[in-house]
């Protein structure tokens, strides 16, 4: 008995069939960065367009911030750098001026006092005039003191100005003692009420004047001549009378003197 032959099936393509139709294309894209067109002035835009992307790129990067605050700081902590050492320059320049020199204020006594005139006037003014000597001592061993042109001096019944003058401009040297007299004159418009006030002061023989100084000085350092200081101080005077063209006995005084820069 023959062998069974195995029979396979075999898939024959019909020729006379029409070929398949290729898939479709896919959708067109649409560009991320739209193209920008120029138009030159031979009226082509074609050759003339240029991505968008390159024009951005082309472009230069933007510049940092200034650091105005780094800067302003800095200017800050220079100024004050700067200040504080002037300080202590100056501070150092004032120590060693005061060591060598070693600065004292000028001395001042009333020496004497005298009234030429004391008038109640027809307008009931009252005229004064004193005559008062003054002793200025310098006690510095380094310092010499010229007095300048503006000094002021007044004498005062309480709180009621009676005259005032001036001391004359001069050169004080080197611990030296300086006399000098001073005409005061002033007139005051209340003068019934003050002559009374002061003749009544005058029962109990002790009538308190103020002497008021405000002298502008200079300096001298060696040979160097320095700006100009005030000395500002007070005299409180206690005298038995106001007795014109007589012999005023001052019972007692006590002056107070500060510079003033």
């Not at 193209?35 to 968008?52: C, M």
């Not at 405000?214 to 101080?233: A, E, F, H, Q, T």
Request: charged share 15%; glycine share 6%; aromatic share 6%.
């Amino acid at each position: 008995m023959t062998e069974h032959q195995r029979i396979h099936p075999v898939v024959v393509q019909d020729v006379e069939a029409p070929p398949s139709p290729p898939p479709p294309p896919p959708p067109p894209t649409r560009p991320l960065l739209p193209q920008v067109t120029f138009r030159s002035e031979k009226g082509n835009p074609a050759r003339n367009q240029v991505p968008l992307g390159h024009l951005i790129a082309a472009r230069p990067p933007p510049l940092a911030p200034p650091k105005s605050g780094n800067c302003l700081c800095k200017c800050l902590c220079w100024t004050v750098s700067l200040l504080i050492l002037l300080l202590i320059i100056v501070g150092a320049t004032a120590g060693i001026l005061y060591l060598v020199f070693q600065p004292k204020i000028p001395k001042y006594s009333v020496d004497d006092l005298r009234i030429s005139d004391l008038t109640l006037n027809f307008d009931l003014s009252l005229y004064a005039r004193f005559n008062v000597k003054i002793t200025a001592e310098n006690p510095n061993k380094k310092i010499g003191i010229y007095y300048e042109k503006g000094s002021h001096l007044s004498v005062w019944y309480k709180n009621t100005n009676l005259c005032q003058g001036s001391i004359p401009r001069f050169y004080q040297g080197h611990q030296n003692k300086t006399a000098f007299n001073v005409v005061l004159t002033g007139q005051n418009q209340y003068g019934r009420t003050l002559l009374d006030a002061m003749q009544e002061q005058q029962q109990t023989g002790r009538i308190p004047l103020d002497l008021k100084i405000d002298v502008p000085v200079s300096i001298k350092l060696g040979k160097l001549k320095l700006n100009k200081v005030r000395i500002m101080g007070t005299c409180m005077l206690i005298v038995d009378n106001l007795s014109t063209n007589s012999l005023i006995s001052i019972k007692a005084s006590t002056c107070n003197f500060g510079l003033k820069l």
